[in-house]
């Protein structure tokens, strides 16, 4: 029996197609939610990067240039909030919408009129975060970790901070709800789940991390908002409270949260290696079973951050150990891709150089990360500039060059256009050139004992501030070529072809019998090195 859902999958003559804004407004397609979820992220990337070049635009030297250190702070608070909510977080999910049922073989997302709430409850959230900037007292000036007792005073904006934060965490839990129910209920007839793409793996076991986290933070931020308006004292020590106990909760949702920007991240990366390697991708079934480790151990971690709270010695070595034994499989991810490259026949195009640059520099933040997580080193470089070149490592040139590589190498698949591959790989060298000049020296400035969230600083920390800030601002400018290539190609791009990586014929889209799922599938014929021996892999196994 059809039902309301139905509806969504039926073709457009069976009933009135929607135009104009009345398409994306009232979208069901689980192409057109993922683009809206795609531009979404986009203007909040360059809401978030304006906010962190005003951050360092005040840093380029001591003393204050331009922001009061209350306004530093607020930037602060929301550049994280809204690169992390805002940015990362609706750009994967726009991938996963756009990609899923195509990888599986689905007619569309489980809940399409679900998937359309939970796009649009985004731009009233982000709303209330940038406005925020402009009521009495201004945006919550708490860093994006909202710690209380900061987070139980101010004014207004931080009742607005915590509203958009609600919303938020309703649209990534509807989204991944619609996510679980896709890959386990509609994948296509025969499909078993070891022989799904590696991409679709890792956007189920993050919808299951998001299940299971995001109501943890809205219930840590509902503590603080009847904290602050209806006379609990949670966080409040002189009413019986404990502030420390706002960590704790926080990031029990913190840490997994760091693998829900991070495993789409692998799965991207897993995807675009063995196109332009031209060879499998090596360990699949390790691959599943790492990524699955990596969210079961980000749930025992999370007192990490917090090594300089007082907790006990045994709970240190615990926390300690548990987070380097979650540094072995993501040991195992670098491993399998380097394996897969190794005696590849490669080629370099744009979304193979994204992929590439993403291990070295995840890696790098990975080394830096096992280094934190010595308690005794942790207690130094607590609270230091050393923890923000880490995050960066991972999260800009893990979680967003992951994504640039996405949106070069579906580029083709979404629009029927190729982008320019001249601008494309300028775009890269430039990023990568001046991510480095931005977030390296910030490991220096760490270890010489340099505090985060300041608007000012001792004189000996000018020179290798300077050099960040003019990287930052460099790394900036880059990323209007990233715009005006996507703009100008989708516009007036040549027709992609058939096969639109030359040479890489990884993409062609088969429909073998008997088994019909193939013909959503990836399923490449793929050239070993100069042999003329040809695999054919289907289904996720090689034959």
Do not use: C
Not at 286 to 311: N, Q
Not at 449 to 474: E, H, K, W
């Amino acid at each position: 029996m059809a039902t309301v859902e139905d509806s969504a999958h039926l073709p457009h003559d069976a009933h009135d197609k929607p135009s104009g804004w009345a398409r994306w407004v009232y979208a069901t397609n689980h192409k057109d939610i993922g683009t809206l979820y795609l531009w979404f992220a986009f203007a909040m990337f360059i809401s978030g990067g304006v906010m962190a070049l005003a951050i360092r635009a005040e840093l380029f030297m001591p003393g204050l240039q331009f922001w009061q250190p209350e306004l530093f702070n607020q930037l602060t608070t929301l550049h994280g909030l809204v690169m992390v909510f805002g940015a990362i977080m609706p750009a994967f999910t726009g991938l996963a919408n756009w990609m899923l049922p195509l990888m599986i073989g689905a007619p569309d997302m489980a809940f399409a009129r679900m998937n359309n709430w939970s796009f649009w409850l985004l731009p009233p959230a982000a709303l209330l975060l940038i406005l925020s900037f402009w009521v009495p007292g201004g945006a919550a000036a708490a860093g994006w970790t909202l710690y209380a007792p900061l987070s139980t005073q101010g004014g207004m904006g931080m009742d607005m901070t915590i509203f958009a934060i609600h919303i938020l965490g309703v649209s990534s839990v509807m989204g991944a709800i619609n996510i679980v129910v896709t890959v386990l209920n509609l994948r296509a007839s025969g499909m078993g789940l070891m022989q799904m793409p590696m991409f679709a793996w890792a956007s189920l076991i993050t919808a299951y991390l998001i299940i299971a986290v995001m109501p943890v933070l809205a219930g840590v931020v509902t503590m603080v908002l009847t904290d602050r308006h209806f006379g609990t004292h949670f966080f409040n020590a002189a009413g019986g409270g404990d502030p420390v106990m706002y960590q704790h909760i926080f990031w029990f949702f913190g840490h997994p949260e760091v693998y829900i920007m991070a495993l789409p991240a692998f799965g991207i990366v897993s995807q675009v290696i063995p196109t332009f390697a031209r060879k499998p991708l090596f360990g699949y079934a390790s691959m599943v079973y790492a990524t699955a480790s990596i969210a079961i151990l980000s749930f025992m971690v999370w007192a990490h951050h917090m090594f300089t709270t007082g907790m006990p010695a045994t709970a240190q070595l615990f926390f300690m150990y548990a987070t380097m034994l979650i540094a072995v499989p993501t040991g195992v991810k670098v491993f399998n891709w380097v394996a897969t490259m190794w005696e590849g026949s490669m080629t370099f195009e744009t979304p193979m150089l994204f992929a590439i640059g993403f291990v070295m520099l995840f890696t790098i933040g990975g080394l830096s990360g096992v280094i934190l997580s010595v308690a005794a080193v942790d207690v130094q470089l607590q609270d230091s500039y050393y923890v923000v070149a880490h995050f960066h490592y991972v999260l800009v040139a893990g979680a967003l060059f992951s994504l640039f590589a996405a949106v070069y190498y579906w580029f083709p698949k979404m629009t029927g256009k190729m982008y320019s591959e001249g601008l494309g790989k300028l775009h890269f060298w430039w990023s990568l050139l001046w991510f480095n000049v931005t977030f390296f020296p910030m490991h220096f400035l760490g270890l010489a004992g340099m505090p985060r969230r300041i608007p000012d600083y001792a004189l000996q920390f000018t020179d290798f501030n300077a050099i960040a800030s003019v990287g930052a601002m460099m790394f900036g400018l880059g990323q209007l070529i990233f715009f005006y290539n996507m703009v100008r190609s989708i516009k007036h791009g040549k027709e992609a072809p058939q096969l639109p990586w030359e040479g890489a014929n990884t993409l062609e889209w088969k429909i073998p019998t008997p088994a019909p799922y193939h013909s959503f599938v990836e399923a490449p014929e793929l050239k070993a090195g100069d042999n003329g021996v040809i695999l054919s892999m289907q289904g996720g196994e090689h034959h």
